[in-house]
């Protein structure tokens, strides 16, 4: 077992989660975008008191003894909210839950709300890490996304973040958009990689049924990458990516100098984490918990001292299946032996052929009992995961 494994992985560190706090604003909405957010910022003087109130509320979430290591504001448009506010969601979380001695704490920016005396005073009140959500540096790109901002602003962001001293930066970037290429992606990588993020998250497009872009689809006025062209631009991404130094350690995401993200390494690592907010998900091991999306029922309920939530059990075939689905995907891969000890479940007996026909294949490898992705699996991860399934 490498170091970083060590130092990361849920088997070694159970008793390690993290905290994810939705602010459900934004400015506009992008045409791609389905999480659960509210362009009326009105109320934000009210949400922000309730999801106080639900800190204090959901402390006895997370199993016993759990140190906190990440805290990561997301949404929506953290950055909108008034930073007194964001001041005091952290400093609730430290009263309430242990946290550890240096953790992460992220915040989602958006290049256009973002100037240097705000980044100054996230640096003032503990903020260490920056989520950037530029995703692309090309306007025909930025103007098909509805994304408020433009290359230069993207450019300046980043910029910014360093002058200020917030050194760890990731950024996010979308490719596969319809009517870009394998060109403009390279040109957004290069720039990308001029600006020396820490850390990066690449995503393919996808176009959710309820988004702008879903509805175009739903008319035929939409026409999304095909395979071939997807399968080629992750190439390049992967290929960019790699010889610019950054480590692949995630299907959609590279980072530098082992810079991963502790608050996703949770996620993938199959630890607890709680999820405070409207429309925000915790899971505790056992079961998954996911806060009602609607800001409006949401406040009512928390004035009434009750957090609205629905639960549910997970069933030992979705927990294989999941952690199937999360492992598999990192460059720490899908350890069968966990799997055999904490489930009872022998992947390597029961998927005895499949197994074998995707290591001939040259899809994946198996290493004292651990599966990983080879380059040619990594175009392919979602079938690879899908056969690896429990029936
Ligand atoms: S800023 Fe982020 S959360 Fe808000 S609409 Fe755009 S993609 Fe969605």
Redesign the pocket.
């Known amino acids: 077992m490498n170091e970083s494994l060590n130092n990361l992985n849920g088997v070694k560190n159970t008793n390690i989660s993290t905290i994810y706090i939705h602010i459900p604003f934004?400015k506009q909405?992008?045409h791609y975008?389905d999480?659960h957010?509210s362009t009326n910022i009105a109320q934000q003087d009210l949400m922000l008191s309730c999801i106080n109130k639900e800190i204090t509320l959901r402390k006895a979430y997370l199993p016993e003894n759990t140190t906190i290591q990440s805290i990561y504001l997301g949404?929506?448009?953290p950055s909108l909210i008034k930073i007194e506010y964001i001041a005091l969601l952290i400093n609730n979380v430290f009263k309430n839950y242990k946290i550890t001695e240096q953790p992460e704490i992220t915040i989602e920016v958006?290049p256009d709300d973002i100037d240097e005396y705000k980044l100054k005073r996230f640096k003032q009140i503990g903020i260490n890490r920056l989520s950037i959500?530029v995703q692309s540096f090309n306007n025909n790109n930025l103007k098909y996304l509805n994304r408020a901002h433009d290359k230069q602003k993207a450019i300046k962001s980043v910029d910014l973040a360093r002058q200020v001293g917030l050194d760890n930066v990731s950024i996010d970037l979308i490719y596969c958009i319809p009517g870009s290429s394998k060109n403009i992606l390279l040109s957004d990588l290069d720039t990308a990689t001029s600006l020396s993020p820490t850390h990066i998250s690449a995503y393919s497009l996808t176009i959710e049924n309820r988004t702008f872009l879903g509805k175009l689809k739903s008319i035929g006025k939409l026409q999304e990458v095909d395979e071939e062209e997807s399968a080629q631009q992750f190439e390049v991404l992967m290929q960019t990516l790699e010889a610019k130094k950054y480590e692949h350690y995630e299907i959609s995401n590279f980072c530098l100098d082992k810079q991963y993200s502790k608050h996703n390494t949770n996620y993938w690592f199959n630890r607890p984490y709680l999820g405070l907010g409207p429309g925000a998900h915790s899971y505790n091991l056992t079961s998954r918990q996911y806060n009602i999306a609607n800001n409006k029922k949401y406040i009512e309920s928390l004035n009434k001292g009750i957090v609205p939530f629905y639960k549910e059990e997970l069933t030992n075939t979705q927990m294989i299946n999941e952690y199937i689905m999360t492992s598999i995907r990192t460059k720490w891969g899908t350890d069968t032996k966990k799997l055999l000890l904490n489930h009872g479940y022998n992947l390597l007996d029961k998927k005895k052929a499949i197994v074998a026909s995707m290591i001939s294949t040259d899809l994946i490898k198996l290493e004292d009992g651990i599966i990983f992705l080879k380059s040619k699996g990594k175009l392919l991860a979602d079938k690879i995961t899908q056969e690896l399934f429990i029936d």
Do not use: L, S, W
Request: proline letters at 0%; aromatic letters at 18%.
């Open positions: 934004c909405a992008c975008c999480f957010f949404g929506g448009t958006n959500g």
